[in-house]
Each structure stands twice: as C-alpha cells, then as structure tokens.
C-alpha cells in the first residue's frame, strides 16, 4: 500500500526519518518521445544535402536541391534548381 511521507521529529526538533535516495523514472518524458518519434530527413549520399523532384503537370517535373548549412545551433535551407 502506499502510504504519504510524514516528516518526524525528535525532541531537539531534529529530522529522524530524512528522504535517502531519489526516484528514477524509467520511462521517458515528452521531449525524450517526441524526439524518438521525430523522423530523420532522408538524405542522398552527400552530406547536408537532398534533392526533391516535384510533379508540375503532365510529364513535366521541377528537380531543386535542398542544401542545409549549420552554422552554431542555427540550421540554413539553401535551395538550388537543378
């Protein structure tokens, strides 16, 4: 059963029974699930790079390349018609 954690105290007014340890959660929080079931860009086999075909009509397609540039934290999406 569980029961709530009640402080006790002896007659000096110290603490007798102190919290040992810490609780472990095994199971992960939101950010941790979020960033599991973030899915990765697929790339080709250049590095930073990928390229996207779109359909514009009938037999006709625009192909550009996407290239990313990380500078620091920041992430910079060139794009480049091919």
Request: hydrophobic letters at 35%; proline letters at 4%.
């Amino acid at each position: 059963m569980n029961r709530p954690y009640v402080k006790q105290y002896d007659a000096a007014g110290d603490l007798i029974n102190p919290i040992i340890g810490e609780f472990v959660n095994l199971q992960p929080n939101r950010r941790e699930r979020k960033k599991n079931a973030k899915k990765e860009r697929a790339f080709s086999n250049k590095r930073g790079t990928q390229l996207v075909v779109t359909k514009i009509g009938w037999l006709s397609f625009m192909k550009y390349r996407k290239v990313f540039q990380t500078i620091g934290n920041k992430i910079i999406t060139h794009f480049k018609l091919s």
